[in-house]
């Protein structure tokens, strides 16, 4: 696996109205984008399927169309259960947090300063564990996708 990352969006807590309900929903809300956008990928596979097969002209395109959305959804739910992985600067980190006793909360955000090393130890050194993760996210998009496995193009393989 490769690691990426992005540009942080800039936020400022002072227009918080409460300090800890607003880091919580900033941090879930690229989640919860994700997710969003996962289900968008669902409903246009029937979409495109219909489409396909109501004008044959259009088939191979619609095939492909629905091999992009097919790879959306399995992408974006990965990147779900990855930005919850608890280890800084990733989001579940910042629900971790208020998880955590206070004490215990103070002592895991001092980790934040190494929480890249944390990362990529996690990525390279333990794989299996991150595959655990992983797996129930990977889960949650194939049964979405075996919902709309009807109006699958014949050309379109999606699961094993």
């Known amino acids: 696996m490769l690691l990426g990352g992005a540009k942080p969006v800039p936020v400022n807590p002072r227009n918080y109205r409460n300090f800890k309900r607003g880091d919580v929903i900033v941090s879930l809300a690229g989640v919860f984008t994700n997710l969003l ?55 579940g980190s910042h629900v971790m947090k208020y998880l955590l006793p206070p004490a215990w909360s103070f002592r895991y955000m001092q980790i934040s300063r190494f929480g890249i090393v944390l990362l990529v130890l996690l990525l390279y050194v333990t794989p299996g564990v991150l595959s655990a993760w992983l797996y129930p996210a990977q889960y949650a998009g194939d049964t979405m996708l075996r919902a709309v496995d009807r109006f699958r193009l014949p050309s379109v393989r999606w699961l094993p």
């Open 37 to 91: 956008v996962a289900i968008a990928c669902v409903v246009l596979v029937p979409v495109f399927g219909l489409i396909g097969r109501g004008v044959p002209a259009l088939e191979s395109s619609c095939a492909i169309l629905q091999i992009m959305m097919v790879i959306g959804v399995q992408l974006n739910m990965v990147l779900i259960a990855f930005n919850l992985i608890p280890i800084p600067p990733l989001d």
